[in-house]
């Protein structure tokens, strides 16, 4: 048996590994939304060495190299329903913590024997405490540095799903964290491992199933929607440059350049919902916006992309033209404006709405 294959199964019990299995690098599923991802909401994006965009530079390599195999591995966690949202937190990064202390075991015994390959992990890389890309600077720990897979497209719930081992998103009492490593050994071909059953199942909600459920959303907050609608993605009403003339353009976050044009196709629905007007501090746009894309995420659409009714007015002046922020400091409420994308909202009748696409 192969030195890498034997060890991982000599030692698959006392592993937290609870998943382990080699696949045709054509089983792994990339989707160019998992970027946008990226960009739109987390915090890690162009502020470390190991995200979006310096990670397409991982992702080229993958790609070039024509690596015949993958070594997808996960490890399985419940959390107690009880637990507070600050406990949840702790719990998702002690075992992103765990997945990457895994990878680099991996790693270093891939690099023991010799076989060529490239590690993924899972989350942002914790190698150092502050990442030197937010000063400029080159990375300092470059053979220790972990990308995730997320960071160069890959679809993770339907990569694993495929291979065998649910995850589902969002998790409820259950956190499930995964990497993997592309290879050329074929002495791998055939190695899988199985200690626990995933503790999560993967969500598939149909747009029947999401268009009543946030029809009922809309139903039981009232004070902040009007009304909702699910249409495909082709029928939205596209009407070009719409922001070639706007003051707000290079002024924040929403508009281009920052928000580029999207290929709006990758997804195949939209849910368009109104915001209900109102003077009301606690039931302003924002609050709706956020709400309305936690509903959806909840259901499962995981790579959902939410768009704005135009620029955002969180921070005012945006904290775009503020030379001494990096970073967007409200990423939950980034997104990029509806008519960025060259969508006309006025077609939808008056009023202020929201787009998630799914």
């Not at 350049?257 to 919902?273: E, K, R």
């Not at 990096?326 to 960025?340: N, T």
């Amino acid at each position: 048996m192969n030195p890498i294959a034997s060890t991982l199964l000599k030692h698959r019990r006392d592993s937290p590994i609870a998943f382990l299995k080699n696949v045709p690098t054509s089983s792994v599923v990339f989707d160019e939304r998992t970027v946008y991802k990226c960009k739109y909401g987390c915090k890690n994006f162009d502020r470390k060495h190991s995200c979006p965009p310096e990670s397409f530079k991982t992702k080229k390599k993958v790609k070039g190299r024509q690596y015949r195999w993958v070594l997808l591995f996960a490890t399985t966690s419940k959390i107690p329903r009880k637990y507070s949202k600050y406990r949840r937190r702790l719990e998702n990064y002690i075992r992103e913590n765990e997945i990457q202390r895994i990878s680099c075991d991996l790693d270093a015994l891939f690099n023991e024997q010799g076989v060529a390959h490239i590690t993924l992990s899972g989350g942002s890389c914790h190698r150092c405490r502050h990442c030197s890309k937010i000063k400029g600077e080159d990375c300092i720990r470059p053979s220790r540095m972990q990308t995730s897979m997320e960071a160069i497209g890959i679809d993770c719930v339907k990569t694993m799903h495929n291979a065998g081992f649910d995850f589902q998103m969002p998790n409820i009492d259950s956190i499930n964290r995964c990497g993997c490593i592309f290879h050329n050994a074929n002495a791998l071909r055939g190695l899988e491992s199985r200690t626990r059953k995933s503790n999560q199942k993967l969500l598939r909600p149909t747009i029947a199933q999401t268009t009543k459920q946030c029809r009922e959303f809309i139903l039981s907050n009232p004070e902040l929607f009007e009304s909702v609608r699910v249409v495909p993605v082709a029928r939205l009403p596209i009407k070009k440059r719409l922001c070639h003339n706007c003051a707000n353009r290079g002024e924040n976050y929403a508009c281009p350049p920052y928000s580029g044009p999207i290929d709006i196709s990758l997804w195949n629905h939209a849910i368009v919902w109104k915001w209900r007007e109102n003077e009301c501090e606690e039931l302003n746009y924002d609050r709706a916006f956020l709400e309305f894309h936690r509903k959806v995420f909840s259901l499962g659409h995981y790579l959902s992309l939410s768009l704005r009714d135009g620029p955002c007015d969180e921070c005012m002046p945006c904290a775009l033209k503020d030379n001494n922020h990096s970073e967007c400091p409200h990423r939950r409420l980034l997104a990029p404006s509806i008519q960025s994308q060259d969508i006309d909202a006025g077609e939808f009748g008056s009023g202020k709405y929201g787009i998630e696409l799914i």
